[in-house]
């Protein structure tokens, strides 16, 4: 017996509790803009919200809250996302940017009458990203949003959405998830990872199932600590060598570690530094500095479609100098 996608959830325990009582008093809005840091359920959450909406036969839970059936057809095709009156829009294939012609597709499916049920439900999966003709075109249907339609947008980054979209949108803003929860997730779904390796990936995860799961998986660990390793080895090299390292961490294989790897780094040799001396002050600006810039440099890499190799080389070569090598 399958159940609704919304008692599945982990945390946001009071997010989920407002959106199931204004269903149940048939208040769901027609806009929603749910923002937080990735991996910690943002997506789960609009799935369920959206299945609850379609549901024919939704259920009234004990606190007086609504949510989909989880049983009937129209829930198990949303489960798998594969309901008629729901689609799902987010950056294309090889695009760092949602194209114009995807929300106008998008507002043409709103706009049409539903196929099974009363309502149309759109999920655009990292909103910030639309284009600034998209990002218009989507503000033309939240002005004017068609009859029975809802839309939920997605973000990490909400500033990068227009403050006309996001004024027109009921926002709920998701947190960090508690160790505990993430670490119970991996254990419901990765039980074949070592608990050492759950346990560290939970550590770094920063409150994201998402990186926890992304860390935890094959190999990922032993090429962190490989990473890092490098990191803390760039002093004593030279120009050539640290070269030789960006190659290497510029495959596509592994390039995708890399900025979260990055993150780590400076995050733990901040947390070291302000432990042991807090005269070093001056240190810890310079390191908070740098990952303000090296996080820039990767933005502009996915938004510029840069060359990774040569973004990298530059991030190296700079925490490299910056650790004393002489080059």
């Known amino acids: 017996m399958t159940t609704s996608l919304f008692d599945a959830i982990r945390g946001h325990g009071e997010i989920v509790g407002r959106l199931r009582q204004l ?10 803009l749910f923002h937080g840091p990735e991996g910690v359920g943002k997506r789960q959450v609009a799935m369920a919200l959206a299945q609850s909406l379609l549901c024919p036969a ?39 940017r949602i194209a114009v012609e995807q929300v106008r597709d998008l507002i043409r499916f709103m706009a049409f009458t539903p196929l099974e049920g009363a309502w149309k439900v759109a999920i655009v999966d990292d909103a910030a990203l639309m284009n600034e003709a998209s990002a218009n075109a989507m503000l033309k249907t939240l002005e004017e949003p068609p009859s029975g339609s809802m839309l939920i947008l997605i973000t ?19 947190t960090p998830l508690d160790n505990a929860t993430i670490q119970a ?25 998402g990186e926890a799961l992304r860390l935890s998986g094959q190999g990922s660990m032993a090429a962190r600590r490989e990473f890092l390793d490098a990191l803390e080895g760039l002093p004593a090299l030279g120009l050539w060598e640290v070269l030789e390292v960006s190659a290497h961490w510029s495959h596509a294989d592994r390039f995708d570690l ?3 790897l990055l993150e780590t780094w400076f995050a733990e040799r901040i947390r070291v530094i302000m432990r042991q001396d ?15 810039q090296v996080a820039r ?8 479609n840069l060359n990774p190799r040569l973004t990298l080389e530059a991030i190296l070569i ?10």
């Open 185 to 209: 997730i991996l254990e419901q779904v990765a039980p074949a990872i070592p608990a050492s390796e759950r346990r560290e990936a939970v550590r770094l995860a920063g409150g994201s199932v």
């Open 318 to 327: 700079r925490l490299a100098r910056m650790q004393g090598a002489a080059f």
């Open 58 to 96: 939704p259920l009234v839970d004990r606190n007086g809250g609504m949510a989909g059936c989880g049983n009937c057809p129209s829930c198990r095709k949303c489960a798998r996302a594969m309901h008629p009156d729901l689609q799902i829009l987010s950056v294309l294939e090889k695009k760092t």
């Open 297 to 304: 440099l990767l933005r502009e890499l996915a938004i510029f």
């Open 258 to 260: 890399v900025g979260p």
């Open 278 to 292: 807090e005269e070093r002050r001056p240190e810890v600006e310079a390191l908070l500095e740098a990952a303000s």
């Open 23 to 32: 269903l149940a008093m048939g208040r769901p809005g027609h806009a929603w």
């Open 156 to 174: 990490s980054q909400p500033g990068g959405l227009l403050p006309t979209i996001r004024s027109r949108c009921r926002q709920e803003r998701f």
